[in-house]
């Protein structure tokens, strides 16, 4: 019972990170309607960001986060503005060509620059750990998971509370409508993809301090975001949320009940994206 | 089957060779098509009118196989296809020509039909379809555009490609969905004969139309839609003098007389 | 004879694949024939080494580009490939090599048939996605596998083809882009290029017009599939040592998807013509970068999309449309 119970709250911290990774990526596929196959690069961009302030400057992780999400919101605008506005009318194949192709250049540029080795960011709290009763759960885990919470809070409280956040929804809903109702919906893209950028950012920082970061680190939790978007369907926000929770508690249980994970987990994380794809083109069906 | 010269006054002896039976369509809550049942015989003329969100385009989806319907039957030339696929009930013999064109726009005009004569009959060869299409592009004024890319032709002219490439098929009943929209009087008249020519030839033809000289010209019956339902069924002075037609159209933009 | 004058019943007769535009593919494998007899110099069995490399590149995106043609924009074409090369290590240990690399591509091509008919109803991002993890499962698969045959991770070795002579390995690789070329050729002026063209540009109304959506996606997927796995059979029989990491990476899916469209999608000629412009390049490229040459696919792919939306083939052919090869 006790080890059922620190399964699940190992896989609900988890989904913290899955959360925002999936919410960024929900609203470039939702506002702006481009299906970021990039998206997991700049997560790798703010994992190597908060990696190098500390290893140079020894700043916090805590600390540079807002630094990082700041400076890939930048990356993320400019990319809009460079190539991204230029394929919105086109063809969606060319929009999933392009962002792939922004991908493997961001992930190889990386490898070029800092090799393909893996760096870790350490910190006074690393090896501290917080116990609930029974169950104990790491430091950093816990840290990392009231950030994502609270930032994912204040995303859905811009989304929701603020003309820009209504302003971002309706375009989700209606691009057609919002122009005619006076939106700027060429900002409206703009403030969304850099957003969404930023939030990929932040979670890299969260993956730098739990894991590491590495040029190819971005590709897994970008996988796991489409997966995410995909069972919530396609532009719904708030479905993100619960479907971050479910991917993070079954990867938890299937770690700790089924034997000799080892070599196969990864394939079973692949066939769950496959099983899911497959499933709602089903189901879609008519 | 007596094909070919089916008058008007002939409607009812006729074969019946399209049958839909209580055939209902929900998306969520709403109810496109409710409960439509029909017969069209066999050499006949049928328009199907209803005022805009009738369910008139989306019982052609039902007809032609895009959406399976939620409850009822549809057979064709005697055979049950509610649940074949489209490609099927087309090499069975129905043709279908959208509301809102579809062009293969990589395509030339003249590869455009060429795919609905290799694909729509069995037995085609790539060269024999080739011809069929030439044909059908002379017979639809289309053989001067054979050439360019179908992207390139204007809403009129792509019209008139949907046609052709229905007709390519070599359907036994072709489904028309407002094809005539937009058309100048001359040019109406113009389609008013190429769909009494491919009747002549022995296809019987369904066509939805708002355009009321077009159907009164046009069609040996007439069936009414609305909100789903069937409302009324009979020649179009029948449905027309309908105090239930004329309400239903009262106050929708078109009018019933536009 | 010009577009214009043509007009009439001309339409009807004119041939699929005019000669005129076979004439570049056909200047292209009588170069690749001859290259082996040029005077290359002391350098002669390196640059016979990169042109093999460059022929397999282009049996891998030639072959992609013939799945694509189905509106089935593939993340999977590793995995064939990577089949390809195993099944030609596995069987190529029971029986004579040229019984093992076909038999090795006929099970790459049924296996194609399972992943085909799941993604049946997917496109898109989804139908990517799902090729791509398609991708992962299969190398999961074989890595494993029992180590005693397969290898695991740590790879297999493979016997030599025709006995690891440079020239005629060569020449099998040769042999075998110009299998790909006729075969894209033979689909271009068969029902299959009309079947695949509607599917892709609009696959609701092509069963409206009554084209088996099923039987020919089905159909692409197996014949790209099995030509990809040659391309694998190639590669193991060239290299003798293979390894799951390697063999199915990501980098085996993205080189044909980026080369065909650098080159010029849905055409012939402009998928060998990217394989041999980007194999150059590497070559010429990869003393200054040697890890993450990928990057330069990324970039090419990006402004391939931005500027260049007919590759290659379209700044050859500027201005004309229709009949390409
Ligand atoms: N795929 C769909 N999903 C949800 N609702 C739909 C769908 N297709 C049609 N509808 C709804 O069903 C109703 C009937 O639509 P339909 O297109 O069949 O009308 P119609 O009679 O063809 O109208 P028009 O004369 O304007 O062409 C409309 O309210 C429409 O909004
Ligand atoms: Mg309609």
């Not at chain 1, 020894?58 to 700041?70: C, K, M, N, R, Y």
């Not at chain 2, 296809?203 to 339902?229: N, T, Y």
């Not at chain 3, 690789?173 to 299959?192: P, Y």
Request: hydrophobic content about 50%; charged content about 15%.
């Amino acid at each position: 019972m006790e080890l059922f119970l620190q399964t699940l709250l190992n896989g609900l911290l988890q989904s913290g990170i899955y959360a925002l990774v999936a919410s960024g990526l929900a609203l470039a596929v939702g506002v702006v309607g481009i299906v970021n196959f990039a998206h997991g690069e700049f997560l790798m961009i703010g994992a190597f960001l908060a990696w190098a302030l500390s290893a140079y400057l020894g700043v916090d992780p805590l600390i540079s986060l807002p630094f990082a999400a700041l400076a890939v919101f930048g990356v993320g605008a400019l990319t809009y503005r460079v190539s991204i506005r230029h394929v919105l009318l086109a063809p969606e194949l060319n929009q999933m060509l392009l962002t792939f192709g922004l991908g493997i250049l961001l992930q190889n540029l990386a490898l070029i620059w800092l090799g393909g080795n893996t760096r870790t960011v350490t910190t006074p709290y690393q090896g501290s750990s917080l116990s609930i009763g029974e169950l104990s759960v790491g430091g950093p885990k816990a840290i990392a998971f009231g950030l994502a919470v609270l930032i994912l809070g204040a995303l859905y409280g811009v989304l929701y509370r603020t003309t820009l956040g209504r302003q971002m929804r309706a375009v989700a809903q209606n691009r057609r409508g919002s122009q005619l109702i006076g939106i700027d919906v060429e900002r409206v893209y703009l403030i969304a993809f850099g957003v969404s950028c930023g939030l990929a950012a932040i979670a890299g920082v969260l993956v730098a301090v739990l894991l590491f970061a590495s040029p190819t680190v971005g590709l897994v939790f970008a996988l796991k975001a489409f997966a995410i978007i995909v069972m919530a369907g396609l532009g719904n926000l708030t479905g993100v949320l619960w479907a971050s929770v479910v991917l993070g508690v079954s990867e938890a249980l299937v770690q700790t009940y089924v034997p000799g994970g080892g070599g196969w987990s990864d394939a079973v994380f692949f066939l769950l994206i496959f099983a899911t794809l497959v499933f709602r083109s089903f189901r879609g069906a008519r | 089957m007596t094909a070919v010269g089916v008058q008007p006054s002939a409607v009812g002896r006729g074969d019946v060779v399209l049958r839909a039976d209580g055939l209902s369509k929900r998306f969520g809550g709403l109810l496109a098509v409710q409960n439509v049942s029909f017969s069209q015989y066999d050499g006949e003329i049928l328009a199907v009118i209803g005022p805009n969100g009738a369910g008139k385009t989306t019982l052609l989806n039902l007809l032609s196989g895009v959406y399976r319907p939620s409850s009822g039957r549809l057979h064709l030339l005697g055979r049950d296809v509610t649940q074949e696929p489209m490609e099927a009930r087309c090499h069975a013999g129905l043709g279908r020509a959208f509301q809102i064109v579809r062009p293969f726009p990589e395509m030339t005009v003249h590869e455009n039909v060429t795919v609905g004569a290799l694909f729509g009959t069995r037995g085609t060869t790539l060269g024999q379809a080739r011809e069929r299409a030439y044909d059908l592009l002379e017979r639809t004024g289309l053989a001067a555009h054979a050439d360019k890319e179908a992207h390139e032709l204007t809403l009129l002219q792509d019209k008139r490609l949907e046609v052709a490439r229905a007709l390519a098929t070599q359907p036994r009943v072709l489904l028309l969905d407002e094809v005539m929209a937009g058309l100048r009087p001359g040019e109406a008249q113009e389609a008013v004969g190429l769909v009494r020519s491919v009747r002549d030839s022995g296809v019987s033809v369904l066509f939805i139309e708002h355009i009321m000289p077009v159907v009164r010209d046009l069609a040996d019956r007439v069936v009414v839609m609305d909100q789903g339902q069937v409302l009324a069924e009979g020649t179009y002075h029948e449905v027309t003098a309908n105090p239930q037609v004329v309400a239903a159209y009262l106050g929708t933009e078109e009018g019933l007389h536009a | 004879m010009s577009r214009a004058m043509d007009g009439g019943r001309a339409v009807v007769r004119r041939p699929d694949v005019p000669l005129r535009a076979l004439l570049p593919l056909g200047l292209f494998f009588l170069l690749a024939l001859v290259f082996p007899f040029l005077p290359l110099g002391e350098r002669s069995e390196y640059l016979l080494q990169i042109a093999f490399f460059t022929l397999v590149a282009g049996v891998l995106a030639l072959s992609w580009d013939i799945l694509a043609r189905s509106g089935q924009v593939s993340l999977a074409h590793a995995a064939f490939y990577g089949l390809g090369a195993y099944g030609f290590a596995l069987l190529g240990k029971v029986m004579p090599w040229f019984l093992a690399m076909p038999a090795a591509a006929l099970i790459a091509g049924l296996i194609s048939l399972i992943l085909g008919a799941v993604t049946m109803r997917l496109s898109g991002m989804y139908f990517a996605i799902a090729t791509l993890a398609f991708t992962e499962v299969v190398r999961t698969i074989i890595q494993n596998l029992p180590e005693a045959t397969a290898g695991g991770a740590n790879g297999l070795l493979v016997p030599a083809l025709l006995g690891g002579n440079a020239r005629a390995q060569y020449f099998l690789a040769f042999g075998i882009l110009l299998f790909t070329a006729l075969v894209s050729l033979a689909i271009r002026r068969s029902r299959l290029h009309h079947a695949f063209a509607a599917i892709r540009q609009g696959e609701e109304t092509a069963r409206v017009l009554g084209v088996s959506v099923v039987k020919y996606k089905l159909l692409a997927f197996f014949i790209s599939s099995f030509l990809a796995a040659l391309g694998g059979v190639l590669y193991a029989g060239k290299t003798f040592f293979i390894n799951p990491l390697e063999t199915f990476s990501l980098a085996n899916s993205i080189a044909p998807l980026t080369t065909s469209i650098f080159g010029g999608l849905y055409t012939t000629l402009g998928p060998i013509l990217g394989a041999t412009v980007l194999r150059v390049a590497e070559e010429i490229l990869h003393n200054s970068i040697k890890n993450g040459y990928l990057v330069v696919y990324g970039l090419v792919l990006m402004l391939s999309i931005l500027w260049l939306p007919r590759g290659l083939m379209g700044l050859l052919r500027r201005g004309k449309h229709g009949g390409d090869v």
